[in-house]
């Protein structure tokens, strides 16, 4: 297992915990309680098609996306971000820019590390050439920032704007370094520091790992894990478990690292039995936390937790072609959302989005 530890050094963040009503770090931290929700997948409420739009990305030799890693909308643009592509797409569907091919990035040893947007701009942060970036939706370059930032506590990999500076999650620093799983850093990304609470165990990590709402709340989730985390007083801490109850990962497994875990859901997979569970794309809405997840028959389900309430509701879309699927990618702004979908019968083409207000649901 330590040589495949090895692999992710220099990639990206992560490392798990267990669920339970009580939480349990695979680091030092303390067991501590926090708000439970059951997953109940015999109670799904469904979407009409026509209560929303389905858009076709245009697909071009250009305009290639394989999967949506995360996405934004700003007016009446699209940005999507698939690997080391950043596209531009108009609200129906057109290819308007690429601003970012894979090619030409790994020719240049880049790695897009992930990508945020700021007063109508879209910013790149690469981890390997250690800048951030900046481009007009059209494509077109506008600035550029070198940061080194000095130091074993601080090294980040993902940047999100927070606070008139950042929050970014660490790269892992290897068994023998007690790095922190978030830290804050300056705008200027010269100095940072650690947030404690959480330390990293692994290297894994994923593209839509923090969120956050309109009135700076973080939301803060790992691969393979069943808690949300936030940030409060300068902590990391555990928000809320999500139950998916005889459908979630066993105790004894859960409680292992992430490639063991991984390796127990490929098996499953094999055995014809996918996992249920797999919670994604979590963004706060108000008091609502809207998250996708897998569901028992393999198909993706949306989950709208009420903050007040204490309830989750899961809602899955009735489309017209039987042959569109959902996929875990789920974005909202300004009260629409959009959810990418799969045309079973169209692999070779760009994935769709489907397009509705929240007040259908």
């Known amino acids: ?73 700003c007016g009446d643009t699209l940005v999507i971000r698939s690997r080391n592509n950043l ?19 790994v020719k240049t040893r880049g790695i897009i590390s992930n990508v945020f947007f700021e007063n109508q701009t879209v910013a790149v942060h690469d981890f390997n050439q250690k800048t951030v970036s900046w481009y007009n939706l059209k494509g077109e370059p506008l600035s550029s920032m070198k940061y080194k930032i000095a130091g074993e506590d601080v090294f980040p990999v993902h940047i ?15 068994e023998s370094v007690d790095r922190k799983t978030l830290c804050f850093v300056n705008k200027e990304l010269n100095t940072g520091i650690a947030i404690e609470g959480r330390s990293l165990t692994s290297g894994r990590g994923i593209s839509d ?43 004894d497994v859960a409680r292992q690292d992430i490639y063991e875990r991984e390796d127990y859901v490929t098996r499953l997979y094999k055995e014809g039995k996918p996992l249920a569970g797999w919670p994604s794309f979590f963004q706060r809405i108000g008091n609502i936390i809207y998250f996708t997840c897998v569901s028992p028959d393999n198909g993706i389900v949306l989950c709208r937790y009420d903050e007040k309430e204490g309830t989750t509701r899961l809602f899955a879309v009735d489309f017209d072609n039987p042959q569109y699927m959902t996929q875990l990618p789920f974005f909202i702004r300004d009260n629409v959302a959009y959810w990418q979908v799969r045309d079973k019968n169209n692999a070779s083409q760009n994935p769709l989005l489907f397009v509705f207000p929240l007040d259908c649901l």
């Open 209 to 251: 790992d923090i969120s956050i709402d309109e009135q700076g709340n973080v939301l803060y989730h790992e691969q393979l894990c069943d808690t949300l985390f936030t940030v409060r007083d300068g902590m990391l801490t555990p928000l809320l478990a999500i139950d998916f109850g005889t459908h979630a990962l066993p105790e």
């Open 160 to 174: 999100y704007p927070w606070n008139g500076g950042y929050i970014a999650t660490n790269a892992y620093g290897g």
């Open 1 to 73: 297992m330590k040589t495949r530890k090895n692999i992710f050094l220099s990639i990206t963040t992560a490392g798990c915990a267990a669920l339970t009503s009580v939480l349990t770090s695979f680091t030092n931290m303390e067991e501590t309680t926090c708000k439970s929700t059951k997953v109940d997948f015999s109670g799904i409420a469904h979407i009409n098609q026509s209560d929303g739009r389905v858009v076709n990305l245009e697909t071009t030799d250009d305009s290639r996306v394989y999967d949506i890693a995360n996405f934004s909308v």
């Open 87 to 105: 596209h531009t797409f108009s609200s129906t569907g057109k290819h308007i820019a690429c601003i970012l091919q894979e090619k030409k990035v």
